[in-house]
């Protein structure tokens, strides 16, 4: 990217640019400045206002950028594969249906009872022993084809969103106010509480997966390899899909489902750390959708002066690089 | 079934058992559900009531002007979205595809909002014209794309029909949203039959028309099924036989669309369905996925307005958890041969 600009790049930096390092030194660099930028343009009143509301509406993007990039790079060493993500396969429906179940069979009078924090831990148990059930059905057994994989993943999704509708329709208007209260907040004016509790379940996540980086490394090989290396192939997928499991449900509890983004952030990162190793894509991953996020956010505000309307463009942008994906692997 | 990727259509098995007893069993239970569905409802209407109340009875004016229009809908929709989704199926030689899975639906539900913009006090007629040339635009972008995919892989196929159907559909709810005619779009696009009554579901039988011309060109359509070059070995003009397909897929996808709404996974898992039970001759199969289509969708509406009586649920809610999962059932039954 900066070697293009000059006209002659001298061997120095070229030998810099090698390295994943440096590379990640720059996208910090990107990140505070937008940040910087985002914080500080246009403000119309109060600096001190406009930054708290600023800077909550900047964490939760750092959050899901953080939740949805390690998630999805995690997902796809995993599963072996660069087009699989946990919302194609309809996960973050998954979701919204189980707390839709906890509503329909307790009364939102039990959701409202219970404090935050109690319900939040309830419904992120339940969704991970879920999730660990479904991909174990579905990863474990036999390999069968990625693509049969994503059809059934869809597939799936529809059906959770046709249960969900249905039992929302069962449910009385008081109930169904409190359960979409808890399920769509928005990326730029989210609950504080809601925030700081995703906050920090993501950071925590993020801290469990930092012992499993040359783990992660080594599942890179395949199951056979890795076995053969020493690693307790089962125990380890299952810890690291719980830990996927945990990020997906904390990000889309926080902001919706956001159905391409985790495609795009992962498949740049590849590209961008020039590197499979975790260390680096993991961090990539995250600080590439802080970008995609701020950076889109920036100039859809500031030049179309559009708001809240990013999540159509990431999917409208994000089903065209899929397609590309889908088409060029079918060529190969 | 031959599921395989280069011939959905075997030749016409003789050894296939012609099973007359199980298309008895779908006329009767066709007949058994028209009857409950004409009986079930808010309102008392009964053979009892209808007899003691006369021909001029309340009971009587709701039969004939919400009950027998909403359950003729049920029947034209049910049988003319599964004929759409047994042509899709022969033109791409592929048994997972439907207007739904092919961004058909996406394209005319895109039509709709261009109408709802430029035109809104446009008749139905017109709104379903516009609806169909987008339609017939996307079935064209489809197989355009299809002809991209290199290998002839089974499962791809839908796959990218389901995206292409996402990004259209992105581009969709971005204007809507921009112009704020979400809510509106939401209601069309909801598939139900809440508000058809007499009036207002006339369009559908263009969609029986349709199923008619279908019928003709039966045995057109089973040889486009083995292949171009095979069809102009027999004769037969490719290219136009294609056209016509689209046109119907793209006509009936609108009619239903307009009327309505959109209603998932109905075009794929029913033509799959017939074809387990009597192969894949499609003059032998188009009354079988007409009828077993019309039962379908008569006896999800009985239960989308059974199931929280009085109110009533979306039919497409219940067409979805259904449908979807025949679909991975059928997706995951051989699953030694999906690759």
Known sequence: MLTETAPAPSARVVALWRRPSARLSLLVAAVLALIATYLFTDVPGSLAFALKVRGLSVLAMVVVATAVGVSTVIFHTLTQNRILTPSIMGFDAFYVLISTIVVFFFGSASFLRMDALTLWAVQLVVMVAFSVVLFTWMFGGKRRSIHLMLLVGIVLGTFFRSFTEWMQRMLDPLDFQVLSDAMFASLTRPDETLLLLTAILVAAACAAVVPLLRTLDVLTLGEPAAVG???????????????????????????????????????????YAGTFRHAWTLPTAALLGVVCLLGGQLVLEQIFAFGGSLSMVIEFAGGLFFLFLVLRKGAR | MTLTASAPTSAPAPTRPRRTWVGALIGACLVALVGVSLFVGVSDVSPLSLLTGGPDSSAAYLLVASRIPRTLAAILVGASLGIAGLIMQMLVRNRFVEPGTTGVSEFATLGMLVTIVFWPGMAVVGKMGVAAVFGLVGTWVFLRVVRAVPVRQLVLVPLVGIMLGGVVGAVTTFFAYRLDLLQSLGQWAQGS???????????????????????????????????????????????????????????????????????P?????????????????????????????????????????VVRFPYEIPLSVIVGIVGALLFLWLLLRRRSRAH
């Open chain 2, 193 to 263: 039959f809440a508000t058809v009554m007499q009036g207002r579901y006339e369009m559908l039988w263009v969609a029986g028309v349709m199923v008619v011309v279908a019928w003709f060109a039966a045995d057109r359509f089973s040889v486009i099924g083995m292949g171009e070059e095979f069809a102009t070995n027999l004769g037969l003009d490719y290219r136009r036989v294609v056209a016509v397909g689209m046109v119907i897929v793209a006509v009936i996808t609108a009619a239903v669309l307009v009327t309505a709404g959109m209603i």
């Open chain 1, 229 to 271: 290396l020493g690693v307790n192939h089962r125990r380890v997928v299952m810890a690291l899909f719980g830990i996927v499991s945990v990020m997906v449900a904390a990000s889309t509890a926080l902001v919706g489902p956001i159905l391409f983004f985790g495609l795009i952030v992962a498949n740049l990162a590849y590209s």
């Open chain 2, 265 to 305: 996974f109905l075009g794929l898992v029913v033509p799959n369905v017939v074809s387990l039970i009597i192969g894949d001759n499609v003059r032998r199969s188009i009354p079988w996925v007409a009828g077993l289509g019309a039962v379908f969708v008569v006896g999800c509406d009985i239960v989308a307005r």
